[in-house]
């Protein structure tokens, strides 16, 4: 996969050098080119900002320095555009393993008060064009933005997690634990600070750690994020989870009318 980062501050993407992604980048499964938008700036202040049409605090992108920064990093092609802004879609597992499967993305991280709409307008007629929010907080630019949906697609790209199954396991990925939150993970010592592992965990029975593991799902969704729950697929759910969830006091549509 091919991916191009223009920003002002490409010192910003150093981290793209480390750990699954850089190991990614120097096996060649990331073709990752990250520009410096300035370098389209033709002024001796390399400005790219100008004061807001209709008032207003704040500055905005120019649409020049940015038209001519993508037509020279696009060349002929057809990248995929993903512009992160606080005003976009919302950025999900789903959304990260659709873009997982492109081919080649352009990322335009914005400064400021963004850039001028006329060049998500001019591209947008020409490439697909999305506009992502990584969560509801503004951050000072989208820099950061870009690292958070860099390493969460980079991990689904094949070979760049070195167990296959932890991608599978994830609480947002498609399957059983769809919509559930993962529970508690323990590793040796069996004692910490006189904190035990649970007993079921060293018993050795599949069948009872997956059903453990489950119930600690259904309790941390519950407690934290039960609006993930509310939205689960009523056939996904057993009895066992029925039976626990009831416990719990919070309420699932009856099998017999899940839609
Ligand atoms: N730029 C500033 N805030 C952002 C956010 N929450 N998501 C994506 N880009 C942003």
């Known amino acids: 996969m091919r991916l191009d980062i223009i920003s002002i501050f490409p010192e910003y993407f150093a981290p793209l050098g480390v750990s699954l992604i850089g190991k990614a980048r120097e096996r060649g499964t990331l073709d990752v080119r990250v520009h410096q938008l300035r370098d389209w700036a033709h002024d001796v202040h390399k400005t790219v900002d100008d004061t807001p049409y209709g008032g207003g605090p704040g500055m905005v992108m120019k649409p020049e320095v940015w038209g001519e920064a993508i037509d020279d990093v696009i060349g002929d092609g057809g990248p995929r555009m993903i512009v992160p802004t606080p005003s976009g879609r919302p950025f999900t597992q789903e959304l990260a393993q659709e873009l997982a499967g492109e081919e080649w993305l352009l990322f335009a991280c914005g400064r400021y008060e963004g850039i001028d709409s006329r060049v998500m307008a001019e591209y947008g007629s020409r490439l697909r064009v999305d506009e ?8 000072a630019g989208g820099e950061v933005a870009v690292l958070v949906m860099v390493e969460a697609i980079g991990r689904l790209l094949p070979g760049v997690l070195g167990n296959v199954r932890s991608a599978v396991d994830d609480s947002f990925a498609p399957g059983a634990m769809r919509n559930l939150l993962e529970g508690p ?14 007993e079921v965990l060293l018993s050795g029975h599949h069948g009872k ?3 453990w593991r489950r119930d600690q799902a259904l309790r941390r969704t519950v407690a934290t994020r039960p609006e993930l729950l509310a939205e689960i697929d009523a056939e996904t759910l057993d009895k066992h989870d029925r039976r626990l969830l009831d416990e719990l006091a919070f309420r699932v549509p009856p099998e017999d009318v899940a839609n």
């Open 209 to 211: 750690v997956a059903r």
């Open 132 to 139: 992502v929010s990584i969560g509801d907080y503004v951050l």
């Open 185 to 198: 993970v323990y590793t040796k010592p069996p004692v910490w600070r006189g904190h035990e592992v649970p």
